[in-house]
């Protein structure tokens, strides 16, 4: 995954250099029929019926079940694995460790194994074991004797650097060496400030709680292997990850995976139980389904990082920012990762003295791992509070505040924005809400307090990028197949993609048929993160797309005398749009040029020269708050994004509501619980772990598009949206609910405990 945003970073690097020239440039769409509508998925009847294949669905013929024998412990070293009893037991076709031929493979970097004797968290993969049902598979791998030996551990930053604290890693648990890093001087900006305020934040670690658990099943036919795998991407994540891992050639692996149930950045890296299931396969000489569970999940697939940030903010009387410092300390759990809590300092506002400086502490914990934004929702809950602070301060409208830092240019890459849609997602945000009457407004009842605040936030990615291809067929009966390696991670991608397919070519989405995310027949592209997706895939499909048409155009300007720039397609037919009488069946011009279809491989083009790509997002809330009870009741959100041009309407505002209401959860209910007396994690379940309902949710969340015809980002404009939509949301909530309560509620998540605890504080001064 880290790998994955490396490539992201190549990616952007790579776009200051100029893009090859072309002499057959598209031109942006103006007027559009399809694209910006609000359209039903193309798989809705699947999707509601339950004929959509998910893995959990996946059976094939002679399958058997997979599953994991997990350490207890919070830290321990496996001393003697004995699998005699667990060999005998009914319905065992195999059983694996990390001494079966072909199971010692190295993970996390070099820092672990995939079956690795040094258990550094409750969880960590001991043995496995394949069965003719999964009860039996279960029951085998209780019945697998493992002598551990116990290890004092560690599941608290403050303990884990303290002396003679445990070791996760040899030479202690600091994870790696923290790097500053530093734009101007801010011992100079804090001078030059006239106020300066430094306050200490909290997050929680979050949990991804994917609806559909992880999990693969895979099937050998001889050398080559076949993985139906809830993922992120069938190429990066499956295919290349797995051939990589396995020692094999690219060619004799396949991943699929139609449709996946959640992800989150969960799923953005190769799992061990897809490896476990091949090597159980093998050893079984049988198809193996092996899918984890909820509690399986909650310990070994990832989560968003806590963090401790200690931000120092400088402003001068007039609004002006002059100084930025974060310290930002986070536990990957027991192998490193990354946090990228710093970013949002030096990006969001223009302020020309910024340093931060992040580091890492190793805790007996599960890793963490890339969430929806991995950093952001984080940093914004520490600098938008922070931002609110210094406007009070100065006795300024938050959002008169945050307009007056507002920059046009990327103040780290230090190049313009291709469009620079902060400003407009404030001003519009702000007006949907009703913000000055909604502040101006002090209604309260008795023990119920009402609270209004906001939040910007934007995101690093969402540009998209090369390399990624589509691949557009169209038959002589009008048809056409859209090809992508694309997963669609429940974002509407295959509707999207058909919905830009229909527009160049300029025929029904009806008649678009989406076949994706299968290495064996799809094209490449890159693992649906990042909110790169849709700006990654949708260039590629319209260039496809044009490509069959320019294809096309050209035979029928030829036999019908007419210029190519002069056709359109209409029905099963192309006709000039001058003289409409000239037109000949596709039927008819492929007949004559002697093909039954044609096909064009599109590639996104190079992001354009000089600028940088970036989403944006600013979003407002309301709560009540229950002084007695302590609840907190989030009655309006307001999301107002940039993301370029919208594609699908519909997709898009499900994007915004889905980003608010995890956002809604990290705010008030959401974080790991470890105890610290066994080491082990409390509430592995989703009963215990409260992620929002639609009784938590606001009614009727509103989405603003802020829509600025971007036409320098890409071919279709469009800028990535799924974890923009998150970014602000926990900071806005945090906001209002201080205006509610007239306490700042520092550290999250802000339960009902939480809040009695401020008030109670509040009350003893
Ligand atoms: Mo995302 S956290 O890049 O899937």
């Known amino acids: 995954m880290t790998e994955f945003y490396d490539r992201l970073e190549e990616n952007f690097r790579n776009s ?3 893009p090859a020239p072309s002499e057959d440039t598209m031109d942006p769409w103006g007027e559009t029929r399809i694209v910006g509508k609000g359209i039903p998925r193309v798989d809705a009847y699947e999707r509601v019926s339950g004929k959509a294949l998910f893995t959990y669905d996946v059976i094939l013929p002679e399958m058997v079940y997979g599953a994991i024998l997990r350490c207890p412990h919070a830290h321990a070293m496996v001393k003697r694995i004995d699998t005699s009893a667990a060999e005998k037991m009914p319905g065992v076709v195999a059983v694996i460790t990390g001494s079966t031929p072909g199971a010692d493979i190295s993970w996390y970097g070099a820092q672990s194994k995939l079956f690795d004797p040094h258990c550094r968290h409750q969880g960590e993969e001991v043995a496995a074991v394949a069965a003719q049902t999964p009860y039996q598979a279960w029951d085998a791998a209780k019945a697998i004797k493992v002598e551990y030996e116990e290890l004092p551990f560690v599941v608290d930053e403050d303990s884990a650097l303290k002396p003679g604290a445990p070791e996760i890693h040899p030479g202690g648990n600091a994870a790696g060496k923290p790097r500053p890093q530093t734009r101007g001087d801010v011992e100079k900006g804090f001078v ?29 036919d001889g050398e080559k292997i076949t993985v139906w795998d809830s993922s992120q991407g069938v190429y990066d994540a499956g295919l290349m990850s797995f051939a990589r891992t396995m020692n094999m050639p690219y060619n004799n692996v396949r991943f699929l995976c139609p449709y996946v149930g959640g992800a989150f950045g969960s799923k953005l890296e190769l799992g061990k139980y897809t490896i476990i299931a091949a090597l159980l396969s093998r050893k079984a000489s049988r198809p193996v389904k092996l899918m984890l569970t909820r509690e399986e999940t909650m310990l070994c697939v990832g989560n968003r990082p806590n963090a401790k940030m200690t931000v120092k903010a400088g402003v001068k009387k007039d609004g002006t920012l002059t100084a930025l410092q974060l310290t930002c300390v986070f536990t990957p759990g027991a192998y490193s990762s990354m946090a990228f809590v710093g970013f949002l300092f030096q990006e969001l506002y223009k302020c020309p003295n910024v340093m931060v400086l992040e580091s890492g502490i190793y805790t007996n914990a599960g890793r963490s791992r890339a969430f929806r934004a991995p950093g952001f929702p984080t940093a914004a809950w520490s600098l938008e509070q922070m931002m609110d602070m210094l406007a009070e301060k100065l006795n300024m409208d938050p959002v008169e505040f945050r307009l007056k830092n507002f920059t046009e240019i990327s103040p780290s890459r230090r190049v313009p924005y291709s469009s620079a849609g902060l400003k407009d997602c404030i001003i519009e945000g702000a007006k949907k809400f009703g913000w000055s009457e909604a502040k101006a407004t002090k209604t309260e009842s008795g023990h119920i307090k009402r609270g209004v605040g906001m939040a910007a936030g934007l995101w690093m990615m969402g540009s998209g990028g090369p390399p990624y291809t589509a691949e557009v067929r169209m038959f002589a009966d009008g048809g056409v197949t859209v090809k992508t390696g694309a997963m669609d991670l429940g974002t509407g991608t295959k509707t999207t993609a058909a919905m830009v397919a229909a527009e160049e070519l300029g025929i029904p989405v009806e008649n678009i048929r989406m076949i994706n995310a299968d290495t064996a027949i799809t094209p490449y592209a890159s693992s649906s993160g990042g909110s790169m997706t849709l700006a990654s895939l949708a260039p ?8 069959v048409k320019r294809q096309i155009f050209g035979w029928a300007a030829e036999i019908l005398g007419v210029t190519a720039d002069d056709l359109e397609i209409r029905d099963k037919s192309i006709v000039s749009r001058s003289n ?4 000949k069946t596709l039927e008819e011009i492929f007949r004559t040029k002697g093909v039954l ?10 992001n354009p020269a000089g600028k940088a790509v970036m989403p944006f997002s600013a979003q407002f809330a309301e709560v009540e708050v229950n002084t007695k ?42 974080k790991r619980v470890m105890d610290p007396q066994t080491g082990k994690m409390c509430n592995t379940n989703l009963h215990d772990y409260k992620v929002p309902t639609a009784l938590d949710v606001p009614v009727r969340p509103e989405v603003v598009p802020v829509d600025l015809k971007d036409n320098e980002c890409n071919n279709v404009g469009c800028k990535g949206l799924g974890e923009p939509g998150h970014v602000p949301t926990a900071a806005a909530i945090a906001n209002a609910i201080y205006n509610a309560i007239g306490v700042r509620p520092t550290d999250g998540p802000v339960d009902n405990r939480m809040i009695l605890e401020l008030l109670s504080r509040k009350r003893r001064g």
Do not use: C
Not at 197 to 219: A, D, N, Y
């Open 192 to 220: 030059e400030a006239d106020i300066v305020l430094e306050e200490t934040f909290r997050t929680p670690v979050q949990m991804h709680t994917t609806i559909e658990t992880h999990g693969s099943v895979v099937k050998w």
């Open 16 to 18: 200051f250099e100029p």
């Open 629 to 670: 009870t302590g609840e907190v009741k989030v009655v309006r959100l307001v999301g107002a994004n940039d993301s370029g041009r919208v594609v699908n309407l519909k997709s898009y505002e499900n994007q915004v509501y889905g980003g608010m209401t995890q956002g809604l959860g990290y705010a008030l209910t959401e």
């Open 597 to 606: 279809d044609v096909i064009a491989i599109g590639n996104r083009e190079a």
């Open 580 to 583: 409409p009488s000239k037109k």
């Open 540 to 547: 590629a499909v319209r260039r496809g797309a044009w490509l």
